[in-house]
């Protein structure tokens, strides 16, 4: 065990859990890292344990807690931190930025403070490429996003954020695209620099779980299945997709035990982009249950690819729970809505207001090709004048 006084052998075992994706326990160690500079002076490693608590903080998503933190150390930078910490603390800052509240004009003024920054001190030479690249992704540039990770994978110095992360974003632009072949290729470097991390061991089978669900490989897709605690939404996809014409009950996506239910568990995440990627899979998860329901195929919404063949006149063996499960996509859609143009407004865009809606009109295709009952008439008793 290191010694509590000891801050660089902290900083060690807190890296090493950070990297094995344990970051609650890296966070803690390297608040006691940051106890331990204070009490033997060392104003540098205070503020580098910091720096590093707060980027902990941020991916176990607690944002307002490593936003508070990072506002306490810029208040009052040493003259001895590093040019490293330095640049890690303010780039901290634009991640939560662009994680909690991403209005363009802040997120350009931010990433302008950091080119200021860079011209002054060394810096990761991925970064700021890196980071416009996620500016441009979130707000639907797939082109230009896809040519700042390529930018950043070309340019990575072994420093700032991890290597996988640029052919990670590179695969989702490909497959927005329709680049299959591309979207291959950075599978393949992703592969070469994911294999050290966990977030890289994540990507990689999130990745290779996107690829199958756009080719509609049903034996790949068998091969990419997800654990339930991981309350993964492209696992939930690959549950949706395997059941693919199968209409007995232990397919059904609504059954309590049915892997998709669980994997499709929301919660409000402080990550705005988490947030509505997760809204998104339920209000899929909500189609999945609909054509069940209705005897249709299972479909990727992810990609559509290809887009769905309805037959002329379906008639649900239970209407009952089909009108149920059509109040259910109406709540959750109308969720995804609101968080869909709130976030285009943010980042002047509309693509997620595009898929939003585009998810409103296959639900209303399935409902108009299912003979549904005509709801009974309640009759009322004429009432008789008095007088």
Known sequence: MPQPDNPAEIHKEAYARYVNGDYMAARLLWARGREAARVLGDKAAMFSAGTWEAGARRIAGDMKGALRLLFELLSDVPAEATDYAHW?????????????????????????????????????????????????????????????????????????????????VAICCCLRLGRRKEAGDWIQHLGESGRDNAWGLRDIRQSAARA?????????????????????????????????????????????????????????????????????TLVDYRLACLRFTAALPAVDDLYYHPPEA????????????????????????HLLMRLAKRLDGLMQCDWRTREAEERARRCAAIVAVCKLPKPKTPKTKKRSRKG
């Open 310 to 333: 309805l037959r002329s006149r379906l008639v649900p063996a239970d209407p009952v729970k089909f009108q149920k499960q059509l109040r259910s996509f109406d709540f959750s859609w």
């Open 88 to 168: 890690n603390a303010r780039r901290e800052c634009f991640v939560i930025q662009l994680s909690v509240w991403p209005e363009l004009e802040i997120l350009h003024r931010l990433l302008a403070d950091l080119q200021s920054l860079a011209g002054r001190i060394p810096h990761p030479a991925a970064d700021l490429p890196y980071l416009e690249a996620r500016i441009f992704y979130y707000r639907g540039r797939w082109e230009e996003s896809l040519r700042g990770n390529a930018q950043g994978w070309h340019l990575h110095d072994g420093a700032g954020f991890t290597k996988s992360g640029c052919p990670n």
């Open 212 to 280: 199958a669900l756009f080719d509609g490989n049903l034996e790949a897709l068998a091969n990419c299945r997800f654990e339930p605690s991981e309350t993964s939404g492209v696992g939930a996809r690959v549950e949706l997709r395997l059941r693919d014409a199968a209409t007995d009950s232990i397919h059904d996506p609504a059954d309590p035990l049915h892997p998709a239910r669980k994997l499709t568990f929301y919660r409000r995440e402080q990550e705005v982009h988490d947030r509505y990627d997760r809204l998104l």
